[in-house]
């Protein structure tokens, strides 16, 4: 799961040829964030995540750009 998570935000934004913008989250980048409500039962966020979050779970989208 940590893997598919990197896959798919730092490694992609290098791979798409963003990543002094994208891809982390650090000062001086953009970001595009969302939170994610979590059920109690979920012992592995990182699974939780790459399982398949329905929209409803999806609390909060902030995106910079």
């Known amino acids: 799961a940590r893997w598919l998570l ?5 490694v992609g ?8 913008d994208f891809g982390t989250i650090e000062v001086g980048k953009r970001a595009a964030l969302l939170a994610v409500r ?3 039962v979920a ?6 995540l790459v399982s398949g979050v329905e ?3 999806v ?3 902030h995106a910079d750009g």
């Open 59 to 61: 609390a909060w989208v």
């Open 43 to 48: 012992a592995d966020p990182e699974e939780y």
């Open 13 to 20: 934004a290098a791979a798409l040829g963003c990543a002094a």
């Open 38 to 40: 979590m059920p109690d």
């Open 6 to 10: 990197e896959s798919a935000t730092a």
């Open 55 to 57: 929209r409803a779970s």
